[in-house]
């Protein structure tokens, strides 16, 4: 099966559907809130969610702390539409020239965007950008791809790319953040998504494949045991421990 491509309109329906009902999400979500909590967020202030897709993250954060402000950009209208269903506020804006003022932000969440900027230049853009609008002792919390096996190329046509941990730890120290955590995570369930990324490839004859994970919109002891391992290597990552292997890169640093 042919994942949809990024921005389009069956690209967001899938994204909402795995938001809302993947174990996957959860646990990643899980996971941030461990992660989160590493920085002693105060009780009130403002969260900007760099690509914010369908708006289920602001949803999502806005239980964990609701007396927050959240506002939610991108530059996909079917995302902000979706969003605005979920009456969150939103606004058309692209990661590489935040349509913030400096300071102004007390927590950005960016997930899943780095990996899908210019090539060449864009993710650095977009983190000074990022360093710009956040306050001092302001928190970022990054999620992106991790390079891992089979190890794939750039892709230029989607403007595609995979971080290597320490090439991820570079740009963030000189964009201006103090790296607080940063591992791999995904890794023993990450290794499902091989069989599916070889057969993409081989299919298609490139890196960038859209979204290949689907949801069967039930939820099972299957399910809960897959959320629960990925939330333990969310614990061991929060108490310091940088696992050595993984799908996904997470990231928390402080302005």
């Avoid at 190890?151 to 995979?162: G, I, L, N, Q, R």
């Avoid at 740009?171 to 599916?196: C, H, M, Q």
């Avoid at 490139?206 to 969310?234: A, C, F």
Wanted: charged share 25%; with cysteine.
């Amino acid at each position: 099966m042919k994942g949809p491509a990024i921005f389009t309109p069956e690209y967001y329906r899938h994204m909402r559907a795995l938001e809302s009902s993947s174990w996957w999400n959860a646990g990643m979500r899980d996971v941030a809130e461990r992660l989160l909590a590493r920085g002693d967020l105060p009780e009130t202030g403002t969260l900007v969610d760099v690509g914010c897709g369908s708006g289920q993250t602001m949803a999502w954060f806005r239980t964990l702390r609701p007396e927050w402000k959240c506002l939610g950009l991108d530059i996909a209208l079917d995302g902000l539409a979706a969003a605005k269903r979920l009456q969150e506020e939103v606004a058309a804006g692209s990661a590489l020239d935040l349509p913030l003022s400096d300071n102004s932000a007390d927590l950005l969440i960016t997930l899943d965007v780095l990996q899908h900027l210019p090539l060449g230049g864009g993710d650095n853009r977009a983190l000074s950008e990022m360093n710009r609008v956040l306050r001092p002792g302001g928190h970022l919390f990054v999620r992106t791809n991790a390079q891992a096996f089979p190890s794939t190329p750039d892709d230029a046509e989607y403007d595609f790319h995979k971080f290597e941990p320490e090439e991820l730890r570079l740009k963030l120290t000189d964009a201006g953040f103090s790296v607080l955590r940063l591992s791999r995570v995904n890794a023993l369930l990450g290794l499902a998504e091989i069989p599916r990324e070889l057969r993409a490839l081989r299919r298609e004859g490139r890196t960038y494949h859209g979204i290949l994970s689907t949801t069967s919109g039930r939820k099972g002891l299957t399910d809960d045991v897959k959320r629960r391992w990925l939330g333990l290597e969310g614990r061991a990552v929060a108490r310091g421990l940088r696992l050595p292997f993984g799908r996904t890169l997470l990231a928390v640093c402080r302005r």
